[in-house]
């Protein structure tokens, strides 16, 4: 069952009550519940980057594309390189494999080395002619904003395999965010931990001010 924003509302004043915890509007808890969860995201990449390996936590933000490549256009250091541009939900690059053409067919080759760096791994690639991409090798750099392709072979798609952001809730009924509940419970219980940490006599003049436009009280 996927919670709703309505359920993790009162999950978590309830759990706010427990602790002991002034009352926060639900604004103020999806404002620190979407920060909290962000920043879980960029933990888990770390842990990703370092392992190869994807949490659980965030497996539902892996989604896959099949890309039309277009010739090589994007000029860096003099070489042209094919170009994948990010997507709008991008936050990080889990895998590309792109598709040389043969015979006017698309194929892909198990016997292809693919290997991913950032960009300023370039040179320092092109000077070692064991990484150079001749061949079977092919390079695939992390730019700002976008996926470069550094193959001597002709590519024509490449499944492209990414981390997007997640999609948060707003209004009650809405899912609270498209993550699994388990990871949801963990996020909760953070954002009441840091909530009831952080609350200080600013955060508590925020409060009773928009509780007074709303023409409430804190309980």
Do not use: W
């Not at 509302?9 to 103020?28: H, N, Q």
């Not at 419970?185 to 001010?209: G, N, P």
């Amino acid at each position: 069952m996927a919670y709703t924003v309505s359920y993790c509302d009162r999950f978590m004043d309830e759990l706010l009550d427990k602790m002991g915890s002034d009352y926060f509007p639900l604004p103020i808890k999806l404002s620190r519940f979407e920060s909290i969860t962000l920043n879980f995201i960029r933990e888990s990449s770390t842990f990703l980057e370092a392992t190869q390996e994807l949490s659980d936590d965030i497996v539902e933000l892996s989604n896959s594309k099949t890309i039309n490549i277009g010739a090589k256009d994007q000029l860096y250091m003099g070489k042209k390189f094919y170009k994948i541009p990010y997507p709008s939900d991008y936050i990080r690059l889990l895998n590309v494999i792109p598709f040389p053409s043969s015979n006017g067919e698309y194929v892909l080759n198990n016997n292809y080395d693919i290997q991913i760096y950032k960009i300023g791994n370039f040179a320092k690639n092109e000077n070692n002619p064991f990484r150079q991409a001749t061949g079977k090798n092919i390079n695939i750099y992390r730019t700002d904003g976008s996926v470069l392709i550094d193959t001597d072979q002709p590519v024509t798609h490449a499944s492209f395999t990414y981390l997007k952001k997640p999609t948060f809730g707003k209004n009650p009924n809405d899912i609270m965010v498209n993550l699994s509940d388990l990871t949801v419970d963990k996020l909760m219980q953070k954002t009441c931990v840091s909530l009831r940490a952080t609350t200080s006599d600013q955060d508590t003049a925020y409060i009773d001010e928009y509780v007074e436009r709303q023409g409430q009280k804190i309980k």
